[in-house]
């Protein structure tokens, strides 16, 4: 690592020749290999932006120059150009964050890492410059493929080709993929038929793609074909970029680090909006990621860096658990359909698409999409499933509201790596939905605290075909079974108490645990009756709402407590909270969830221990509250 270890800052870069930067490059290159291999980590995408961000740093000037990363998940080699070359902790509590951070450098501007919103900000740090008289200072925007095919880019795109001379540059990082290959990306597609492909070719591939295909769609294809366009305009993807007003330099060799230099030092001296358009492999230069097919190594765990194999496999997890029982739905159902925004193997949709690939779509990175286009196909008459990350349906939110639930659309949507994530940090956490979804009327929403609870809840989900439904899980391996004693409503009965005589008492506690809390909250019980304190532990299963036997069981006990994987601001803690008050049900109760902050990143594990979510701290804080009781209940006997 002769070169890199030389490179403190961006200007260290300067006096490379073009040698010694090819050198630096495949430096750059084993570094990544060796550290993300050891870490996990977003390896495929920094692999493919190696002598792109050389050349970003080489022509601009970072930080007076901002350089912004499309989601950030790309940004290792800018860290390791600016001063961090320690990735020993990559994604490791007190380590380097996996995603651009701006408690680490001066030169990280934007960290929310959920994509398409590089060019909002961009039109915005633009706008500032031109307002506040900052003529040299240049904002740059880096975006791939996948990322162009969110709404959000293009209401930006709108925007920023309004103002001819105000300057902006956008980097179209095309690789052809976002995980899978980029579906409906226009940028991609016409980059690859402008250097391999012909008209005619062009034509039948509109025919067979864009008809079919998110974004570009059936609207476009017939503007392009029915505009009576010349040949050029057709196969040249200037036309598209110039027609919105933009000045399009590309497309440019991403791995020819002179070229690409070559066209930022153009697009930079322009004074106006601009696209520069590289074409950049995933994964090059690493065997193992360039010949995977699933996704080139968008992310991985820990690796064999000499064969890319994962070192430890995990026992079953949720995912996958959904992706089988989706098979065996759809083969019992013809009217059952999956939707998909971009992440058809990480949400465990790739079964699915095998088995039923006409029922398939992959909207690309478009949430706001995907529901208001599940809620057309509810209306025509099929049953969606729309399954993302949890903490991606925060942008879909009125979506959901308006078009799926005020429309009585039967549609499910299905929440993988809900809770506290860890180690991506803030941005990923899934804890903000059963807040936000608390809100929407009529939906259901389950909590399944098992894998045997995913399909039967599954089941029950996209059996309701009037309102909306959520099935919400975690990220990682499924727990064991859980099964339950008996039920009390719909509500399954994990630990029980003696039948209490009229009007007493069951148990000291009511332990209400939602989803995976349920071997937290068994623990909890069992280390409180380590000290005398006896307690229910309910599963609602479905946590909207809220079953209407709770309030009753909670007269029956001297403190309820709820513990959810789930920020506390108007989960469902604070929603029985409400409901017992509703019923006249004064008995106390404590909520344990994720305290509503953006939380480092870390392990899932430590973020539990660290915020209190679990067994230990959850029954040392409900004794000293069962103690308290005790103390008000001999003051008021005595
Ligand atoms: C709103 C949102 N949805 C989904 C994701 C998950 N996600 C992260 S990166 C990615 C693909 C990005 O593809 P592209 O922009 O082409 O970048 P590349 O990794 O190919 O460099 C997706 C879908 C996200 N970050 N944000």
Redesign the pocket.
């Known amino acids: 690592m002769a070169l890199l270890t030389r490179i403190r800052g961006p200007r260290d870069l300067d006096p490379l020749t073009p040698g010694q930067i090819t050198a630096l490059a495949e430096e750059i290159r084993s570094f990544l290999v060796d550290a993300v291999s050891k870490t996990g980590g977003?390896l495929?995408?920094n692999l493919?932006?190696v002598e792109l961000t050389i050349a970003l740093h080489r022509v601009f000037d970072s930080p007076k120059d901002r350089i912004l990363f499309?989601?950030g998940?790309?940004s290792y080699v800018h860290k390791l150009l600016t001063g961090r070359q320690d990735f020993s902790d990559l994604r490791v509590k007190g380590g380097l964050s996996g995603y651009p951070s701006r408690a680490e450098s001066d030169h990280d501007v934007i960290e929310n890492?959920?994509?398409?919103t590089v060019l909002g900000y961009a039109d915005g740090l633009a706008k500032a410059n031109e307002i506040q008289g900052r003529k040299d200072h240049h904002v740059v925007a880096v975006?791939?493929?996948?990322?162009?095919?969110?709404g959000m880019a293009w209401e930006a795109l709108n925007n920023i080709a309004e103002a001819q001379d105000r300057p902006l540059i956008i980097v179209v990082?095309?690789?052809e993929?976002?995980?899978s290959p980029?579906i409906g990306?226009m940028a991609n597609h016409l980059a690859t038929l402008r250097t391999t492909q012909g008209y005619e070719r062009f034509l039948s591939w509109g025919k067979d793609a864009l008809q079919r295909t998110p974004v570009v769609g059936q609207s476009l294809f017939e503007t392009l074909h029915g505009a009576k366009k010349g040949l050029k305009d057709f196969i040249a993807p200037q036309g598209m970029f110039e027609d919105l007003g933009l000045k399009y330099i590309g497309p440019i060799d991403g791995h020819d680090e002179q070229a690409v230099e070559s066209a930022l030092k153009r697009a930079k001296g322009f004074g106006g909006p601009v696209i520069v358009h590289c074409l950049?492999q995933?994964g090059r230069g690493y065997r193992a990621a360039e010949q995977n097919e699933e996704d080139?190594f968008?992310a991985v765990g820990v690796i064999h860096p000499d064969t890319g194999l994962p070192v430890k496999t995990s026992g079953q997890d949720w995912t996958s658990v959904f992706g089988e029982e989706m098979v065996a739905l759809g083969r019992e159902r013809q009217d059952l359909v999956a939707i998909t925004?971009?992440?058809l193997h990480?949400v465990g949709l790739a079964p699915f698409a095998k088995a039923f690939p006409e029922r398939t779509f992959d909207v690309g990175?478009a949430?706001q999409h995907a529901a208001v286009s599940a809620a057309g196909l509810a209306t025509g008459g099929l049953h969606p499933v729309v399954a993302?990350?949890a903490?991606?349906l925060n942008?879909a939110f009125d979506q959901v509201l308006m078009d799926v639930a005020l429309h009585k659309c039967g549609v499910t949507f299905v929440l993988d790596r809900a809770g506290v994530t860890g180690t991506d940090g803030a941005?990923h956490n899934g804890m903000w939905d059963m807040s936000i979804l608390q809100v929407v009327p009529g939906l259901r929403l389950a909590a399944p605290r098992d894998a045997d609870q995913l399909r039967a809840q599954l089941r029950e989900a996209v059996a309701v075909s009037d309102a909306p439904t959520v099935v919400r899980y975690s990220k990682g391996t499924v727990g064991p079974a859980i099964p339950a004693l008996g039920r009390v409503g719909a509500m399954d009965v994990l630990r029980e108490s003696p039948e209490p005589a009229l009007g007493g008492v069951r148990a000291d506690v009511l332990l209400v645990s939602v989803g995976a809390m349920a071997a937290t909250c068994l623990e909890a019980a069992d280390l409180l009756a380590a000290q005398g304190i006896s307690s229910t532990v309910v599963d609602p299963r479905w946590v909207k709402p809220v079953d209407p036997a709770l309030p009753a069981l909670a007269a029956e006990h001297r403190v309820v407590v709820t513990v959810e994987d789930n920020g506390r601001v108007g989960g469902v803690g604070a929603t029985i909270a409400q409901a017992l008050r509703d019923a006249g049900v004064d008995v106390p109760l404590r909520d344990f969830g994720i305290p509503q902050e953006f939380l480092d990143h870390a392990s899932r594990a430590e973020i539990l221990e660290q915020i209190g979510l679990t067994g230990p701290a959850i029954a040392e804080r409900v004794a000293s509250v069962v103690a308290k009781q005790n103390l008000a209940g001999a003051a008021v006997d005595a």
């Open positions: 977003h495929g995408p493919g932006v499309d989601t998940h790309q890492s959920h994509a398409s975006i791939g493929d996948g990322a162009l095919t969110g990082n095309d690789n993929r976002s995980y980029t990306g950049t995933k080139r968008h925004a971009a992440m990480p990175i949430e993302v990350y903490t991606f942008r941005s």
